[in-house]
């Protein structure tokens, strides 16, 4: 729950057959890490950071996980990693998202959406995807380091910093400014 926080899931596969968000972290501090999240033909996202209603979870680390094969053939609501939603933009989370692989993140043309301010994406791999990483709503968020193939990066906000990300066989929208 939202006010639990100091928490770490760590070490589990998550293989579910049930549609819906898998996993939602709503405490602060909260540990994300060595997970392999994979297998998923529903709608729905396999990590969401959310928070108290009206507020963010903050700073919550994803770091080392693996997510692989979302396969939702939908247009949207398929996303791997989805950080805030879009009446949370204003709000700071604070939250890393770093050393993260994504294989076959093709839920939704966002892998890693970052809805929520003062954020940083970086030193993750998307490969074999169609989604993108993607500053949806918010500012001041930083995407730093990514190796992304066959992918890209899109934002929209203010003040965002875009640093050193490696982008190949992406076609016509390697980057995308909203």
Sequence with gaps: PAGASNNRLTRNDFQLTRDGNWVTVSGDDTVVDRNVFQNRTSQGVFLQ?????????KRVHVHHNYFFNHQFS????GESIRLGLSDRQSYTANALI???????????SEAISVKSSD????????RDSKGYIVLRHGNRSTVEGNVLFGSGIRFHGNDHKIVGNYVANSGDRALVFG
């Design 49 to 57: 950071i959310l928070g108290p209603s009206g507020a963010m979870a």
């Design 98 to 108: 770093e050393n993260n692989l994504f294989e076959k993140a093709d839920g939704d």
């Design 74 to 77: 939908g247009s949207n609501g």
């Design 119 to 126: 954020n940083v994406v970086r030193y993750n791999t998307i």
